[in-house]
């Protein structure tokens, strides 16, 4: 983990548009009133898309988790608005930039899979474009102007989501 560049207590934050559990949560709530506004059949309505749901946001919550706990022993917060201590770049953090959000993705996902929502799951493309343009990459340009270096390198050497 590398520290501040310089040194400062910086009260900057990325600018984000939006909370990104808020992006989800909007995101989930159309999903929902669109489908119950203008139902579209789901392929399947078995065993599978609840299998299949139910490992989607298993393996999302174990990411989530983990990139959690990674900001939580770095003593960084977790929340957007907040201005960033340390660069975590070890542990979930070493083999994707964002663990947290492709977390939330799968989450995403795998409850629209289980629900047989199909609304859900086409929302996903828009809301992928959103959190990638409107969260990552002010996030990514925050990081590069407070860490400088130490992000431009963990960048080339870590991928944004896998």
Do not use: K
Not at 11 to 37: E, H, K, Q, Y
Not at 76 to 96: A, C, K, M, Q, Y
Not at 142 to 149: K, V
């Amino acid at each position: 983990m590398a520290m501040d560049q310089a040194g400062q207590t910086d009260s900057g934050t990325a600018g984000v548009i939006a909370r990104p559990p808020l992006l989800f949560l909007a995101a989930f709530l159309i999903g929902f009133v669109l489908d119950r506004l203008l139902r579209l059949p789901f392929p399947r309505n078995d065993l599978v898309t609840w299998i299949i749901g139910g490992s989607l946001m298993l393996i999302g919550s174990a990411l989530f988790a983990a990139g959690i706990r990674n900001f939580s022993r770095a003593a960084t917060p977790v929340p957007t608005n907040e201005p960033t201590r340390v660069l975590v770049t070890t542990g979930i953090h070493g083999w994707t930039r964002n663990p947290i959000y492709l977390g939330m993705f799968l989450i995403y996902g795998g409850i629209g899979v289980a629900a047989q929502n199909i609304w859900i799951l086409v929302l996903a493309l828009p809301l992928a474009i959103l959190i990638r343009y409107g969260v990552v990459a002010r996030e990514e340009a925050y990081l590069e102007r407070r860490f400088g270096d130490a992000y431009l390198d963990y960048r080339r050497r870590v991928r944004r989501w896998l």
